[in-house]
């Protein structure tokens, strides 16, 4: 098991729930100090970095390595992880942006966001077949 702070979209209970396809094993609120929320450089995702006197309110997730490799795939190959630790002393980690950006990168986090809404499309579709 893996401890994961979380601080964007993710806090979002049913959004986490399908890029990890199920529930974690626990959940708590947390704080990461010395770091703030901005914008990601290239989308308009928030991301975390660091700064004096900065706070990030968010959760630590504990997630199983599957569950990890999902939450990898969402942020995509614009994040990268960090080890942190929050202000209750929980070391985990925590996805911050991916300064090593390429034009093959970008081209693969464009795919791999086409791929999921594909996917997502397909699931809503399927959910509206079955109430007919």
């Known amino acids: 098991m893996v401890n994961v702070f979380i601080y964007g979209s993710l806090l979002d209970t049913e959004m986490m729930e399908k890029v990890v396809k199920g529930t974690v094993s626990s959940e708590k ?3 990461l100090d010395g770091y ?3 914008k990601h450089v290239l989308m308009p995702y928030p991301t975390v970095q660091a700064q004096t006197n900065g706070i990030v309110y ?3 997730l504990n997630v199983s390595h599957l569950q990890l490799s999902r939450l990898d795939s969402y942020e995509s190959t614009l994040y990268t992880k960090a080890q942190v630790m929050t202000r209750s002393g929980v ?3 925590v996805y911050i942006e991916n ?3 390429t034009a093959d990168l970008i081209a693969q986090n464009v795919q791999a966001i086409v ?3 594909d996917t997502w499309q ?3 579709e399927l959910g509206d077949s079955k109430l007919d």
Do not use: F, N, P, S
């Open 58 to 60: 968010g959760k630590v």
């Open 91 to 93: 070391e985990c980690l």
């Open 99 to 101: 300064k090593v950006i």
């Open 115 to 117: 791929d999921e809404l």
């Open 122 to 124: 397909e699931e809503l």
């Open 36 to 38: 703030v929320v901005v």
């Open 29 to 31: 609120y947390d704080q």
